[in-house]
């Protein structure tokens, strides 16, 4: 499983950018992706997550600026990121979860992209 994420930069503050990711591979149909983020110094925190049946969360850091959607391709998603603030710069990671059952169990699979960086200027 591959995932391919782009469209972070630079922006001042109160601009907008928009994330874009694919998973290429195989990935089982149900599955959820999400978008994640990392500030230096600080551990990686879940920004927003979609399910495949187009249910989403947000972080409370987020919610009411940036809205997770899953595209018409399968297996992508899209992160518009609003009124963005300085406490928004971090690298952002497009993630792929899904659990694969079989005889032996049903294992958790989690796959990662690149990061992309967002920096927000003041």
């Known amino acids: 499983v591959q995932l391919q994420a782009s469209g972070g930069g630079l922006v001042q503050a109160g601009g907008s950018l928009r994330l874009s990711c694919a998973a290429s591979g195989s990935i089982i149909s149900s599955n959820s992706m999400g978008w994640y983020r990392q500030a230096p110094g600080n551990q990686r925190e879940l920004v927003a997550v979609i399910t495949s049946g187009r249910s989403s969360n947000y972080a409370d850091s987020v919610k009411g600026r940036f809205t997770i959607s899953r595209g018409n391709a399968e297996n992508s998603v899209y992160l518009q990121m609003n009124s963005l603030t300085p406490e928004d710069t971090a690298v952002y990671y497009c993630?792929?979860?899904?659990?694969?059952?079989?005889?032996?169990?049903?294992?958790?699979?989690?796959?990662w992209g690149q990061g992309t960086q967002v920096t927000v200027s003041s």
């Open positions: 993630n792929v979860r899904f659990k694969y059952c079989s005889d032996s169990g049903c294992p958790t699979y989690d796959y």
